[in-house]
């Protein structure tokens, strides 16, 4: 499938028109992983049809900056370094977590950065671009964003809800104890905080203090009429994870009350897709707008020798976030490398995804965990045109047929198996914006469901026909 395209393509076969019953969200799919060594990314999508990308460099001397058009494109855009480390004092060592906004008919550029003589001096800096294109634009230092406490502060974001433009960041108090926390205030300009900041959150649970006590890197969406920052804890290693604060739109976001932490991370470290240390994320749209995108960083190993700091190999990675019935967004797992997976709604039960349990593949709603619903499509295991779904929290498990019932298995390297575990995409049977599986080496019968079990059979009445048609979301 063409990430952000109106229409669907899927093994050559693409959709029909937009029909009503299309899900507001169709299906988005992007390749992993999208920049190598870049951590703590920034996607921004701006009205000029561009997507701008900047992100930390292992050197942690420079500030980047590439676009593209379309998020896959930023993996080959070119880069280029719009602004470098002081040679002495301030901002001379230490540049993180760069994000770029555009505030006012300006660019700016949240950054961290400590001093030469002391490199864990690290403090929040602005820059500022008044030109049209950013990358070719001549950026100027609006200077330190200045905070009632002078003390280790980083990853400054900026949102605005009702109006009212915020700061959100992490920040150390030595009257709270060692790590950071998270802090939110107003701003009276894009460079400037007024009134006195808010703690709202503080590492206390254990998934938020592994290695160190932190909380940092916030980031914001907005949907159903609440505010859900996330943020990043523990060490930046395999145990580095997000979490979740959630708020009223309507209420007062610089009281401390007006927040709600997860009890447990949403998103983590995952070993069969061989994720690890999942983090300091920012939120992007795709392409036709209608879908969340997740932007994050982690690494493809769990081992790292010595300090997490000094290992490049980070790297920025995107993924679709779904939304679950209550409003609330379901991050899922980090994926595997590759194409990312799709989800496959009914037709004629749009609430229902195809889904595995106890390896049984069915229709159902409220699918928990997301990424029993996930599937990644596949050049097919026959070859000849099919394609085969793989599943999304098992690699190397494919939907086949076995009995004409529809099973999650792992493939055995039997020509059989390969056989079964393949289908033709053909264009939805019931609606040709959806999508139907013929069967590899059953010609005639479908994947369809049936009493919400998944079934490949033959189809003769609409109700069949409706009853193996998919969307992809």
């Known amino acids: 499938m063409i990430a952000g395209s109106a229409t669907a393509t899927v093994a050559g076969v693409t959709a029909g028109p937009a029909h009503a019953a299309v899900p507001a969200s169709p299906g988005v799919t992007y390749t992993n992983t999208l920049a190598a060594q870049r951590a703590d990314p920034h996607i921004f999508k701006h009205t000029d049809g561009f ?22 494109g930023l993996a080959s855009a070119a880069e280029t370094t719009i602004w470098t480390k002081h040679a002495s004092g301030e901002m001379g060592a230490h540049i993180w977590a760069p994000e770029i906004h555009f505030i006012d008919g300006k660019w700016y550029v949240y950054f961290a950065a400590g001093a030469t003589n002391d490199i864990w001096k690290i403090r929040p800096y602005v820059l500022e671009c008044a030109a049209a294109n950013p990358i070719t634009g001549t950026w100027t230092e609006k200077g330190r964003i200045a905070l009632p406490l002078d003390t280790f502060s980083l990853d400054a974001t900026t949102f605005v809800v009702n109006g009212t433009r915020y700061l959100s960041w992490a920040q150390n108090d030595p009257a709270v104890g060692s790590g950071t926390n998270l802090y939110l205030a107003r701003m009276s300009s894009p460079w400037a905080i007024t009134g006195t900041p808010v703690r709202i959150s503080t590492p206390t649970a254990s998934w938020e203090t592994i290695g160190h006590r932190v909380n940092e890197g916030p980031a914001v969406i907005q949907r159903n009429g609440k505010v859900f920052m996330t943020f990043s804890a523990s ?3 395999a145990n580095y994870c997000m979490g979740l604060l959630t708020a009223y739109a309507s209420a007062d976001l610089l009281k401390a009350s007006s927040w709600a932490k997860t009890a447990g991370p949403v998103f983590t ?8 240390g999942p983090g300091h994320n920012q939120f992007t749209v795709s392409e036709d707008g209608r879908s969340d995108v997740l932007v994050y960083h982690d690494r493809g190993y769990k081992d790292i020798s010595g300090d997490p700091l000094n290992d490049p190999n980070r790297r920025t990675r995107v993924q679709k976030i779904y939304w679950k019935a209550d409003g609330t967004p379901d991050f899922g797992i980090p994926v595997a490398d590759g194409l990312t997976p799709i989800r496959l709604s009914s037709y004629n039960a749009p609430d229902r995804f195809i889904r595995h349990w106890e390896y049984r593949a069915r229709i159902e709603a409220n699918v928990a965990p997301l990424a029993d619903s996930q599937f990644r499509t596949v050049t097919g295991l026959a070859g000849s045109g099919t394609v085969s779904l793989e599943s999304a929290n098992f690699p190397g498990y494919y939907l086949r047929h076995k009995n004409y019932e529809l099973w999650v298995e792992k493939n055995d390297g039997t020509a059989r198996f390969r056989s079964d575990a393949s289908f033709t995409a053909r264009a939805g049977l019931a609606d040709s914006a959806g999508v139907s599986y013929e069967s590899y080496n059953a010609p005639g019968r479908y994947i369809r469901h049936y009493n919400y079990l998944l079934h490949v059979q033959a189809l003769s009445t609409a109700t069949d026909r409706a009853d193996a048609t998919f ?3």
């Open 51 to 72: 997507y701008y990308f900047t992100a930390t460099v292992p050197a942690y001397d420079r500030i980047v900056l590439r676009r593209a058009t379309t998020i896959q």
């Open 235 to 237: 060490a930046t290693d």
């Open 269 to 276: 470290s995952n070993a069969a897709t061989g994720q690890y």
């Open 471 to 473: 969307y992809l979301q």
